[in-house]
C-alpha cells in the first residue's frame, strides 16, 4: 500500500480504514450488547439484528433458539438441579452422556472425564499423560509438544499448549515440559518453492528431529487440533498427519486429538479425527458437545490409559482428581439432548451438504485482491489478509486490518472474527444455501467498502 503522502502515520491510515481500527477509541465506544437470539441471528441491545457467522466462539452449533435444549434444561433443574461425581456417586444425565459419547467417539476411546471448559479438558488431558508415565514407572517421560498456531485454552497448562504468543506475553508461559513445533500451514511457512507433499515431510522430519534432540524417552505426548481454529483455520496439508502419527508410534508418543472446535460435525464428519484419519489416544472435546448452551467439556482416554490409571490409584489409594462441576446434572442432561438432535436430524449430512456452497463462497474470495488465501474444510474457513499477493505479504500489524473488516461486517449485519492475519468465519451447523449467500454477501459488501478506503489512502 501507498500512502497519500510520507506525513501519513499508521494510525492516520488506520483512521481511514474504519473509525473502529484504532483499539482505544474501539475501548471507548464500549461493547455490543446482545440480547436476543434466534437461529442463526442474534440481535444487539439497539435492535440491530447480525447473521452469526462465528456460532458464538466456534461453538453455537443448533443456533441460538434450540427448545429442545432449554426444555432438557428445564427438566433436569425440576428434577435434580446438582449433584457431583465425588465418594463413588453419579447422576444419569452423566452415565447416559458418557455412554453415548463413547458410541460415537473414534475406536480405541473408552473412558470419559467431564469437566466445564475446552481448557481444562485439555488441562485433564496433560495431568493423565503425567500420570499415565508415573503409573508405567517412567518418571522422566512427561514433555508435550504442541504446535506454533495451535489453541488449545488459557489455564496454565493449555495456555502453555497453545502456540500463540499473545497467550503466553507476561504471564510467564509456557511452563517446563511444553514443547512446540511448526505449524503445519504452507501459507505461512512453505520454503521457496516447496511443494506441498515436500513441506509436509518437513514437518515431519522436524518433529521427528525435536522428538531425537529432547530424548524420545522424555517426549510423552503430542496435541493437535485437526484444523488449527484460533491460529487462523490452518487446515493440514495431505500426508502430514499420516507422516505425524507414524513418527509418535516410532517412539511411543501419545496423541491427543483436541476436538474442542472441529467436533460433532464442523469438518463434514462427527469428528476431525475421521476426516483426517486420526488415531488419537486421548481425545478433548468441549463447545458444540451442549451447542454452548451450558459449559461442559470431556477428556476421553483410550482403555490402556485407564487401566493404568486403575492401578495406579489403587496403589495410591485414590485417584485424586476432579472438579466440582464435573459433569454436572444439568449441562449433561443439555448434551445428551444436543447428541440427540445431531443425530436425529443427520447434522453432519446437513453439513456435508451445505458446506459445499459455503466453500464455493469462501474459495471466490481469493480473488479479492488483498486476500492472500481462502482455506477451510465443511462448514468453517478463513480469509488470509495481505497488502502484496505476489509476495504474500502481511499489513502492518498495527493497521489492524482485520479488526476493520471484522467491524465493517458487522455494519452489513454478519459477524465475523479477526484473527492474527486472517478473518475467519464458523456458522452455525444448522445455516442453509441461502443464510450462506447472506453471510458472504456481507462479507464481500465488507471488503468492497475496505477497498475502496485502501485506493483513497
Known amino acids: 500500500m501507498t500512502a497519500r503522502s510520507n506525513s501519513n502515520s499508521v494510525n492516520d491510515i488506520a483512521s481511514l480504514i474504519h473509525p473502529y481500527t484504532n483499539l482505544a477509541r474501539h475501548a471507548e465506544a464500549g461493547p455490543v450488547i446482545m440480547t436476543r437470539g434466534d437461529g442463526v441471528f442474534v440481535e444487539d441491545d439497539q435492535g ?17 433458539s434450540e427448545r429442545r435444549l432449554i426444555d432438557a434444561a428445564m427438566r433436569q433443574f425440576e428434577k435434580l438441579p446438582f449433584y457431583h461425581l465425588f465418594n463413588h456417586r453419579s447422576v444419569e444425565p452423566t452415565i447416559e452422556l458418557a455412554e453415548r459419547l ?54 496454565i497448562a493449555s495456555g502453555s499448549l497453545t502456540g500463540l504468543p499473545g497467550n503466553h506475553a507476561d504471564f510467564d508461559l509456557p511452563i517446563a515440559n511444553i514443547l512446540h513445533t511448526d505449524a503445519p500451514s504452507h501459507f505461512h511457512n512453505a520454503l521457496p518453492g516447496e511443494s506441498v507433499t515436500e513441506f ?40 502430514y498427519f499420516e507422516g505425524v502419527q507414524k513418527v509418535l508410534k516410532k517412539y511411543d508418543i501419545l496423541f491427543i486429538a483436541d476436538e474442542v472446535i472441529c467436533g460433532f460435525g464442523r469438518t463434514g464428519n462427527m469428528f476431525g479425527c475421521e476426516t483426517y484419519d486420526l488415531k488419537p489416544d486421548i481425545m478433548t472435546v468441549a463447545k458444540a458437545l451442549s451447542s454452548s448452551y451450558l459449559p461442559i467439556s470431556a477428556t476421553l482416554v483410550s482403555d490402556d490409559i485407564h487401566a493404568a490409571m486403575i492401578e495406579q490409584s489403587r496403589k495410591l489409594g485414590g485417584f485424586v482428581h476432579g472438579v466440582t462441576y464435573s459433569g454436572h446434572p444439568v449441562c449433561a442432561a443439555v448434551a445428551v439432548e444436543t447428541l440427540k438432535i445431531y443425530e436425529e436430524r443427520d447434522i453432519v449430512g446437513h453439513v456435508r451438504e451445505v458446506s459445499k456452497h459455503f466453500q464455493q463462497r469462501l474459495r471466490a474470495m481469493a480473488e479479492r485482491p488483498h486476500v492472500g488465501e481462502a482455506r477451510g474444510v465443511g462448514l468453517i474457513g478463513a480469509l488470509e489478509l495481505v497488502s502484496d499477493k505476489k ?17 465493517r461486517a458487522m455494519d452489513n449485519g454478519v459477524i465475523v472474527r479477526a484473527l492474527r492475519e486472517c478473518v475467519a468465519i464458523c456458522p452455525p451447523l444448522i445455516i442453509d444455501e441461502a443464510q450462506i449467500d447472506l453471510l458472504f454477501d456481507g462479507v464481500e459488501k465488507a471488503f468492497d467498502e475496505f477497498e475502496r478506503t485502501m485506493q483513497a489512502a
Not at 509476495?391 to 467491524?407: K, M, V, W
Request: net charge positive.
Open 102 to 155: 463413547l458410541a460415537i467417539a473414534p475406536k480405541g476411546l473408552g473412558k470419559v472425564l467431564f469437566a466445564n471448559s475446552g481448557s481444562e479438558a485439555n488441562d485433564q488431558a496433560v495431568k493423565l499423560v503425567w500420570y499415565y508415565n508415573n503409573a508405567l514407572g517412567r518418571p522422566q517421560k512427561k514433555k508435550i509438544i504442541s504446535r506454533w498456531r495451535g489453541y488449545h485454552g488459557v489455564t
Open 48 to 64: 440491530r439484528r447480525y447473521l452469526e457467522g462465528m456460532s458464538g466462539l466456534w461453538s453455537t452449533s443448533l443456533g441460538f
Open 391 to 407: 509476495t504474500r505479504t502481511p499489513f502492518d500489524p498495527n493497521l489492524a486490518i482485520g479488526a476493520g473488516l471484522q467491524a
Open 200 to 239: 509436509a515431510a518437513r514437518l515431519v522430519d522436524n518433529l521427528e528431529q525435536l522428538i531425537l534432540k529432547e530424548g524420545p524417552e522424555t517426549v510423552a505426548a503430542f496435541i493437535a487440533e485437526p484444523v488449527c481454529g484460533s491460529g487462523g483455520v490452518i487446515v493440514p496439508p495431505e500426508g
